[in-house]
Every structure is written in C-alpha cells, then in structure tokens.
C-alpha cells in the first residue's frame, strides 16, 4: 500500500508487460494530458541512479565547495545557477529515493551524503530571507540534520546540550578550555553549514561574548543563559526601534510577544500602537508629519516583528 509520500506505485504484470506499458500510454494520451503531467512508466532504478549522477556532475561546479556558499551571495547569476542545478538534482533525488532499491551509494551517486546535507544548507542559507520561514528541506535523507558519530545529529538543541556537558565550573563561573572551544566552533560551523547561518552567527556570538571571557554564572545552565541572553538581545532592539519610531516600548514589547508567524500580516495591537505614536518623540522623522510616519509604520512593522521574532525566539 502506498502513502502520500510515494510519487509512483507499480503496475505487476508478470504476462504481457509490454503489453501493459503500451495500453497505459494510449489511456494516457486519451484521457489524460499525453502522459506529459506525470511520469506512468518511471525508469528502472539503475536508469533513474545515472540520471541522478548527471543532475550531480552538472551541480558540482556551480558551487565546489558547499560549505563557501557565502561567496554566492553578491554574485546573482552563479548564485541563480547553482540554485537551478541543486533543484534539478533535488528532484531526481526525489525520484530515487522512491524505488525500494534505494540506498544511498557515494559512488553511483556521485556525492556522499553527508556532502549533499551540506549543499541541502547552502541552498537554505541563499533562499533564506530573514523574517521568513526557512525555505523548505529539499530532500534531506536525515530531515534536515547532520550525522555526528554515525548516531546523534548536528541542531541547535545538540549544540546547547554539548557545550553544557563540556563547560567547567571555576569561582561560581561557567568556563570553558581551548579544545572544547575549538570542538565548540566546528559544530557551529557545521550548524550554519546546514543551512542555519543565522541561528548558528547568534550562537557563535554569544558563546566568543559570554562564555569565553566568563560572564554566565554558573548557577544558571549554559542553555538558561543562552535564552536569557536572547531574550535582552531582543528587548534592546525593541527599546531602539520603539525610541526610532515614537513608540511606547512595553506596547510594542507586547506586540513582538504576541506576535504568531502562521499570520505574519496579523500585527497584535496595531491600532494601539498607531494611536500612541508620539511623532515629536521619534528619532526617525524622515516622513515629514504624522501621518505619513504612520503610513510608513504600518508597512515596515509586519516585517520587522517577523524577523526579530523569529532571531530570537
């Protein structure tokens, strides 16, 4: 029985397979679109697997090493390249992965998997606009996650428990030695590799800002302070922004609270907000009047409520 992730079923016909094939065709070509919407006789597994190796071999050198995505970034015609090669390998992935054959196979496929994981993030980090969802996983094998000693996998939750069970504790202050800290900086960098360049900067951040110089207590996990370091982040970037715009910043404080990114144009407090805005107040008065500094508010609020909430939450 197939579910709704299997793309293609199979059609037993141990008589007259050829037979088969060609009655499927004309009821395609009757009744369907010419059989040109949707493949009803897939390649043979072997078939689909060199294909694959070709979309890979075309891929490759868009972008040789996956890991320096970030030199894609100000360059939009390599970077709009590799996008269409990595989909167009994506796809036939996809396919591959749909036959019961399938088992990854560095050789056949031309790739390992841990390498195509890496290329799965550079695509995510160059589709990634912030204040938006993260494109979605474009055939990941591990959802998204890295294998770490054949077993555990590479997130931000992994990270956090790493560095917890590594830090010493000296004088009532959380430490941390130099091998850990370089063990530290490479799952970092493997996180960001993944396609969390965002999470993985903030993390980098606070671990060179707060941990290595020893200002986390140890009376607080490495975690705890980790959040909480966040959550002051985000509270001095609500205080600047309300100072910028003539906004009380415990209204706006609420807003960013109440914030739900399933309604990313759903602004909670909206017309609070509006009605409070203190033009004589705001640093920013580029608008020139009231109303227009409310005009231009309401349109850069939605966007910016979304990307902080989604930084630091």
Known sequence: MFGKSKEFGSIVNFQYPRMTEEIVNTAL???????????AIVDLYITAVKKLKIKVD????????????ATLINDEKAKEAFILAFKDAADQLSMVMQYYEFDWDDSA????????????????????KPGTPLPPTIINPLVGKTKLAGTQVIDAAHILSLIGS???????I????????????????????????????????FVDTE???GNLPSSMSFDESFEAWKKDRRQSIVNAFAQEWGI?????????????????????YIDEIVNHVDFDKAINKSAGSRLRHVIALTKELPAWIAEIKQKYS
Do not use: C
Not at 29 to 39: R, T
Not at 115 to 127: C, D, E, F, I, S
Not at 166 to 172: D, E, N, P
């Open 109 to 128: 496929f031309g790739i390992d998997e841990h390498t195509w994981m890496q290329y799965v993030g550079a695509y995510k980090n160059l589709t990634y």
């Open 29 to 39: 070509e009757l009744y369907g679109s010419g059989g040109k919407s949707s493949a």
């Open 174 to 205: 959380q430490m941390v030695d130099d091998e850990t800290l370089r063990i530290i900086h490479e799952q970092i960098q493997e996180l960001s590799n993944m396609g969390e360049d965002e999470q993985a900067v903030l993390l980098k951040e």
């Open 211 to 213: 941990l290595v110089p």
């Open 166 to 172: 590594k830090v010493a504790s000296s004088g009532g």
């Open 58 to 69: 075309e891929m490759l050198p868009t972008l040789p090493d996956p890991t320096a995505w």
């Open 248 to 268: 009380e910043a415990v209204m706006l404080s609420r807003t960013v609270e109440s914030y739900n990114d399933s309604k990313p144009d759903a602004v909670p």
